[in-house]
């Protein structure tokens, strides 16, 4: 009964996510690197669960929202269909959402302060549900941006460990759009190595093989797979 526009409809992120596999295996290949070791995440915000659920069908399994809101409004019920996908928060957490955030996600890209190492920590104790944490790093300092200054990335991540008990997975960076992303993710390997973990959560739609060409373990990709977003959603 669906007409030849809901297909075509339906057809499209689907398609356009085979056509980022491919790219993200063929960067993978090109830098050495085993196109197993780099994570998609589908970056899902803004978009209502019918343009979600062809990239489940296409086997997609890992997305990424960046308010716990309308991921509260979303994905139970898309959960309910495909118990096995992997949901990450992608963008700023407050500290009095942080139980809401580690009941409903199992990543955690944000993490970036104390007060909300705190807020995570009492909550994975609370709901006996550990979350993994990545800290965002600050890497273009920007004062308008979320994340840990670079040089104190290292310590935070040490603090997070030693006073919050939280073991974490990795580092997170956005780079400032006017600049050469490929520093900023220079500089979160670095971060990374220096802190002693694996995970590198860097590159988007416009980026994502610079970024896995410099060690990128999770790329967080939306424009490129379900299209352009309303202009009030850019946040
Ligand atoms: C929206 C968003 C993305 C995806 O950006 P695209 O350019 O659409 O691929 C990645 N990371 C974060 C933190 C975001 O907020």
Redesign the pocket.
């Known amino acids: 009964m669906a007409s030849e526009a809901n297909l075509t409809a339906m057809d499209g992120p689907a398609r356009r996510l085979s056509g980022v596999q491919a790219a993200i295996a063929k960067a993978a290949r090109h830098a050495g690197r085993n196109p197993q070791d780099v994570t998609l995440?589908a970056?899902s915000?803004t978009h209502g669960a019918e343009m979600i659920r062809p990239v489940i069908a296409a086997g997609q399994r890992h997305f990424?929202e960046?308010r716990v809101q309308e991921a509260q409004a979303k994905w139970p019920a898309l959960k309910a269909q495909a118990p096995d996908v992997v949901l990450h928060l992608?963008?700023a957490l407050q500290s009095n959402k942080a139980e809401d955030a580690v009941r409903l996600f199992d990543v955690i890209?944000?993490l970036d302060r104390e007060k909300l190492a705190a807020a995570l920590s009492a909550a994975i104790k609370k709901l006996g549900r550990t979350p993994q944490l990545f800290v965002q790093v600050n890497t273009g300092e920007e004062p308008q941006k979320a994340g840990i200054a670079p040089n104190e990335a290292v310590a935070f991540v040490t603090s997070c460990r030693e006073v919050h008990g939280l073991s974490i997975s990795g580092l997170?960076c956005?780079p400032p759009e006017d600049e050469e992303p490929a520093m900023h993710f220079a500089l979160l390997a670095k971060l990374a190595g220096q802190a002693g973990v694996a995970g590198l959560s860097m590159g988007?739609?416009?980026d994502?093989e610079t970024a896995i060409a410099l060690g990128a373990t999770h790329v967080?990709?939306?424009?490129?797979?379900?299209g352009a977003?309303g202009k009030v959603a850019e946040?």
């Open positions: 995440i970056v915000k990424g960046n992608i963008g890209h944000a997170m956005i988007m739609s416009g994502f967080r990709v939306g424009t490129a797979i379900f977003r946040r």
